[in-house]
């Protein structure tokens, strides 16, 4: 847990800020959205055998899914882009070109609908991903291993 703290600390949250300061763009977006989900890898590595248990990976990858709808989210974008989808790709979770961004008030392409910039998921306007990235890193900062 530790360690996933220190990548918290020193990856997750810079990139997350930077996210902030970028809030309309899709490749920061991205890029917070893959560093967060990766914090899995830090709670399934295992120390003594210098190695990340892939099983462990995908355990906590199904748990952390079941547990916040916001890490779920986060892992979807994070392998879309990886993958130009996630999950099944004749069913998707979510295709890349569903992450849209959606221009703000004081930009050029302005329309009056739209008074934030932000990265959105297309179909779905009640999701701002900056918020649900926001969200999933706290969950992780919170979770607590019973093992």
């Known amino acids: 847990m530790e360690d996933m703290i220190h990548y918290l600390d020193g990856f997750v949250e810079p ?14 977006a991205f890029l917070a959205c893959v560093v967060t ?4 890898d830090y709670l399934a590595y295992d120390k003594a055998g210098r ?9 906590l990858r199904s748990i952390f899914g079941n547990l916040s709808s916001d890490f779920k989210l986060v892992d979807d974008v994070a ?10 790709a ?7 070109e569903e992450v849209v961004s ?3 008030a004081f930009s050029s392409d302005f ?6 910039a932000a990265v959105k998921i297309a179909g779905r306007p009640e999701v701002d991903l900056f918020a649900t990235v926001r ?9 607590k291993p019973t093992t």
């Open 135 to 143: 969200r999933a890193a706290t969950f992780l900062r919170e979770y």
């Open 90 to 96: 004749r069913n998707p979770n979510l295709r890349s």
């Open 37 to 40: 989900f990766h914090s899995v």
């Open 51 to 59: 190695k990340t248990r892939k099983g462990k990976v995908g355990n």
């Open 15 to 28: 990139t997350i800020e930077e996210f902030a300061r970028n809030p309309a763009s899709i490749r920061h």
């Open 111 to 116: 329309s009056s609908d739209f008074d934030v």
């Open 102 to 104: 959606r221009a703000g």
């Open 79 to 88: 392998h879309a882009f990886k993958h130009v989808v996630s999950g099944n």
